[in-house]
Structures are given as C-alpha cells and as structure tokens.
C-alpha cells in the first residue's frame, strides 16, 4: 500500500529557529509536494520536486527552502521561523509526470512558531 | 486571490440527505478537477476526479457535476452516511502547465445519524 510518512505530527518551535519538516514516500515516486493547510484557505503549493535535486517553487514559497537529495526523501526548510508559518504542513508524492494521476499526502505536521 | 472559490465552508445534513459542495473557477486552461477528502487528523485522499469534456461522472453515491460554459463544478453525495463526515476539498489543474493543483478553501460536512 501507499506510503508517505511525515516525521512528527507536532512540532513546537520558537521565532528565530530553523525548523526541518521531514517527509520519506516508499513509492519511488518521481514528484514530491510541500502544501501548508489552513482554514478557509485549502492547501497551498509551498515547493514542489519532479526529481532529485530539483525544486520548483509553488504558490507561497517566501520563507521556504527545500532539499531532496534521495528520491525518497523531501525536506521543507523554515530558514527563520516566524508566528505567520504556524499551520498544518502536508507533504505529497505522486508518480511519473502525468498531472493527472493522484497525490498521495502523508497524516500532516502541526506546526506551532512560538 | 484564491482561484477555486468553494462553498459553503461548513455543511450539516441529515443522514440520507444530499450534500452539495460548489466549486468555481477562472482559469479557462484548468482541464482536470478532483475532489480531495480529508478524515480529522489524516492526509487529504483522492475521492473522484473529472475532465471537462464531461458533463457528469457517478462513482457510487458520489457524482461530480460538470458545467463548463459557468465554469462550475459540484460535488453530489447521495446518500449521506455519517461516515462521509469529513473536509471536502475540489482543486483544478492545468495539465499544460506541470502538476501544481490549485486547491479550493475547503468545506466541513457533517452528517447528523
């Protein structure tokens, strides 16, 4: 079955602090997303990556970095959390390059910037 | 901006009633739209999708209605169980234009037993 595991499920930080959300997918999946959830707002494209060592920028990318340096594995990085990026953080794989297969989103990280 | 409007927010209907969430779009170029659900303290899942050179598309008790000249699109749940109680999300995608979907604001059902 489908996997995308994301590594905490909370997490509480404080401003100021560099912050790695960490998301593993065991589909050898080609494409990986980073959304942030919000009320009334949905999910919006933070980064995404069609490849190793490849990053695109989504929708809300300011503040964010990425890495992925293993197919498996795709890292959201907060180079200086602030209170304005508290929110639920979902990470998506999805196979090959046809759009229109689905996007397979692990259980979320809940982000608190204190 | 956000460029799928979705309504309402929040919807409670009676088990065996009909739900209906709305979606609405802009972007003439999107050609593809699925519907995400989202059980509380899961990932959102792929529920049913639609391309526009449909109408309608029934998958059980769950039917996308598809209206291209209004540029609207609508989730039906027949039915309503209980166990349908979750966050519905519609999105649409360019297919020329990568693989960034673009996610409506979301609607909360709940179904009352």
């Known amino acids: 079955d489908v996997k995308v595991t994301q590594s905490s499920r909370y997490l509480v930080k404080r401003t100021g602090e560099k912050v790695f959300l960490e998301c593993v997918q065991d589909?050898?999946?080609?494409?990986m997303f980073w959304y942030r959830q919000d009320p009334g707002l949905g999910l919006r494209l933070i980064y995404f990556?069609?490849?190793?060592?490849?990053?695109e920028k989504g929708d809300i990318p300011e503040g964010y970095s990425v890495s992925r340096e293993k197919k498996e594995r795709f890292s959201l990085i907060l180079e200086s959390a602030s209170t304005n990026q508290t929110s639920m953080y979902l990470c998506?794989?999805?196979?090959?390059?046809?759009?229109?297969?689905?996007?397979?989103f692990g259980d979320g990280t809940r982000l608190s910037i204190l | 901006q956000q460029q799928v409007k979705q309504s309402p927010q929040s919807l409670i209907v009676q088990k065996g009633g009909i739900s209906i969430i709305n979606c609405a779009y802009e972007?003439?170029?999107?050609?593809?739209f699925p519907w995400y659900q989202q059980f509380p303290g899961k990932g959102p899942a792929l529920l049913i999708a639609i391309r526009p050179d449909v109408s309608e598309k029934k998958e059980g008790r769950f039917t996308i209605s598809f209206n291209k000249s209004a540029k609207q699109f609508s989730l039906h749940i027949m039915d309503s169980q209980p166990g349908d109680s979750a966050t519905y999300f519609c999105?649409?995608?360019?297919?020329?234009?990568?693989?960034?979907?673009?996610f409506g604001g979301g609607t909360r059902l709940m179904v009352k037993p």
């Open positions: 589909m050898d999946h080609e494409n």
């Open positions: 990556s069609y490849d190793v060592k490849m990053k």
């Open positions: 998506a794989g999805q196979t090959g390059r046809n759009s229109n297969q689905p996007q397979h």
């Open positions: 972007n003439t170029a999107f050609d593809y």
């Open positions: 999105a649409a995608l360019n297919n020329n234009a990568g693989n960034m979907l673009t």
